[in-house]
């Protein structure tokens, strides 16, 4: 069995900070993991995935992961956050037929 | 080529009433899967169909909810006899094929409001 913990499901920076939005799994089998992103009154857009291969992954919008199989983690990371970042942000882990997803974390960014 | 379209986006119905929601998956994709989203709570799954089957309907309330993907049309999520707990935005996603690697995406979602 699958399942996601988002760590904060509130989390604030400044314009121009480092946003960091935490992510831990459990998976019984190697895990496919994703991040979406939903703005206001909008379906969920994926920002990137971690399937095989290279465990820090690159998305859209300037936003990378890093797989880390040892702390079961994979952390959502941007270096310099911007105002139209702010939405809510979805970590899952797909097991062979559904996806699961975190509670979501709110992200607010402060002029 | 059109992404996952729900209709409608927005619905209200009156308590006891019945809600019907539509999904048309993108071209080509014959994976439908069901979620439920309430404020704070995230998504939850509801169910898995491909095209005239049911794979996973692990997380359908027993009674009043039901699912289809006929071979013809779009999927259809019903909810008969609704309460005001039912309110909620359910979102429909597709997927090409089945696997744990497959992108699925989603549509914009229906808000279901029962008053």
């Known amino acids: 069995a699958q399942s996601v913990t988002q760590l904060g499901s509130h989390v604030s920076v400044s314009e121009g900070a480092l946003v960091l939005l935490r992510c831990n799994y459990s998976?019984?089998?190697?895990?496919?993991l994703f991040w979406y992103v939903q703005y206001p009154n909008q379906g969920l857009q994926l920002l990137l995935k971690?399937?095989?291969?290279?465990?820090l992954v690159k998305g859209i919008n300037g936003f990378e992961a890093e797989f880390k199989k040892s702390e079961t983690s994979f952390h959502l990371t941007k270096p310099s956050a911007h105002m139209s970042d702010a939405a809510e942000y979805f970590c899952?882990?797909?097991?062979?037929?559904?996806?699961?997803f975190g509670k979501g974390t709110r992200l607010h960014i402060l002029p | 080529n059109a992404g996952v379209m729900q209709n409608p986006r927005h619905l209200v119905r009156r308590r006891g009433q019945e809600a019907r929601l539509r999904c048309s998956p993108m071209k080509g994709h014959s994976h439908v899967y069901w979620y439920r989203q309430l404020p704070e709570e995230g998504l939850k799954f509801m169910v898995y169909?491909?095209?005239?089957?049911?794979?996973?309907e692990s997380g359908m309330p027993k009674e009043r909810f039901s699912a289809e993907f006929p071979k013809e049309g779009p999927s259809i999520l019903r909810i008969q006899q609704v309460v005001r707990g039912d309110s909620a935005a359910y979102f429909c996603a597709s997927s090409l094929q089945q696997g744990a690697d497959t992108e699925a995406f989603f549509g914009q979602g229906t808000r279901l409001t029962v008053v």
């Open positions: 169909l491909q095209k005239e089957n049911i794979i996973d």
């Open positions: 899952a882990v797909r097991g062979d037929d559904k996806i699961i």
């Open positions: 971690y399937t095989t291969g290279a465990t």
């Open positions: 998976s019984s089998v190697p895990p496919y």
